[in-house]
């Protein structure tokens, strides 16, 4: 009873969120083919506005579950439809190895899990929402689970209430674009991949080739030969006992 009704909250709020977008905004999908519609998956994108996970699996043929901050989980009524919706709960900025053993048990049961590496909304400077540093736990997940990874780039979704109401009126409509990348598998260290914050860095460079160069933010023009994630992350003892940077030299 209880996955019947977390599947119909799904279909329901993705079905309401297609019928928002087409009557609202223009929706560009791109790739979308490249997503496998079975077997594990994760799904990774950069982050503009609330609007992102409904977004993603609105564009997708295939449901997904959304790893979101835990916070939301404790608002009465909209905790208990993200719990019914299929979201599960991280705590941002720190190494949550709760969620990420949820996230790994989605994928060893062949589902697809959506997560936003940089943990919260990109920076913005000036209109545009541009890359933050990014945590390395969906690495870290990808390297457990040896699932595919999908990365994601979105723009334009950062829509202005009441403006957008206006926009539809007056047939200038927001473009928002979801572009899909191609599949790849970020490997474990032990299998010849790099170390997680190595894996993120590749991992979010790939998104920010999909986006323009002005949203390319940390990942952008000038950061070649850095391994770029969030210093939240990485102010932690290493083995040898020292702390890590928030970036550092490539090899």
């Given at each position: 009873?209880?996955?019947?009704?977390?599947?119909?909250?799904?279909?329901?709020?993705?079905?309401?969120?297609?019928?928002?977008l087409?009557?609202f905004?223009?929706l560009?999908?791109?790739?979308?083919?490249?997503?496998?519609?079975?077997?594990?998956?994760?799904?990774?994108?950069n982050?503009?506005?609330l609007?992102?996970?409904?977004?993603?699996?609105a564009?997708?043929?295939?449901?997904?579950?959304?790893?979101?901050?835990?916070?939301?989980?404790?608002?009465?009524?909209?905790?208990?439809?993200?719990h019914?919706?299929?979201?599960?709960?991280?705590?941002?900025?720190?190494a949550?190895?709760?969620?990420?053993?949820?996230a790994?048990?989605?994928?060893?049961?062949?589902?697809?899990?959506?997560i936003?590496?940089?943990?919260?909304?990109?920076?913005?400077?000036?209109?545009?929402?541009?890359?933050?540093?990014?945590?390395?736990?969906?690495?870290?997940?990808?390297?457990?689970?040896?699932?595919?990874?999908?990365?994601?780039?979105?723009?334009?979704?950062?829509v202005?209430?009441?403006?957008?109401?206006?926009?539809?009126?007056?047939?200038?409509?927001?473009?928002?674009?979801?572009?899909?990348?191609?599949p790849?598998?970020?490997?474990?260290?032990?299998?010849?991949?790099?170390?997680p914050?190595?894996?993120?860095?590749?991992?979010?460079?790939?998104?920010?080739?999909?986006?323009?160069?002005s949203?390319?933010?940390?990942?952008?023009?000038?950061?070649?030969?850095?391994?770029?994630?969030?210093?939240?992350?990485?102010?932690?003892?290493?083995r040898?006992?020292?702390?890590?940077?928030?970036?550092?030299?490539?090899?």
């Open positions: 009873m209880r996955a019947r009704l977390s599947r119909l909250a799904y279909a329901a709020s993705t079905a309401l969120t297609r019928l928002v087409l009557a905004a223009r560009e999908v791109v790739g979308e083919q490249r997503v496998p519609v079975n077997g594990p998956l994760i799904v990774v994108s982050h503009i506005d609007l992102d996970p409904p977004l993603v699996a564009c997708l043929y295939r449901r997904v579950h959304p790893m979101a901050k835990r916070e939301l989980f404790e608002i009465p009524l909209i905790g208990w439809f993200f019914a919706y299929g979201a599960f709960p991280v705590r941002r900025f720190s949550d190895m709760g969620a990420l053993r949820v790994r048990n989605f994928l060893r049961s062949g589902e697809a899990v959506l936003f590496p940089e943990g919260t909304r990109g920076n913005m400077v000036g209109d545009i929402t541009t890359l933050r540093p990014a945590l390395p736990g969906a690495a870290v997940v990808a390297q457990l689970s040896e699932a595919l990874v999908v990365p994601v780039a979105i723009t334009g979704s950062k202005k209430l009441p403006g957008v109401f206006v926009q539809w009126l007056t047939s200038s409509r927001p473009v928002i674009r979801v572009e899909f990348g191609e790849f598998v970020i490997k474990a260290p032990s299998q010849g991949g790099g170390s914050e190595e894996e993120t860095d590749r991992l979010m460079r790939r998104i920010a080739s999909m986006l323009p160069e949203h390319r933010g940390a990942y952008g023009a000038g950061s070649e030969g850095t391994v770029v994630v969030q210093r939240e992350a990485r102010e932690r003892p290493t040898a006992g020292s702390a890590v940077a928030d970036e550092t030299p490539a090899e």
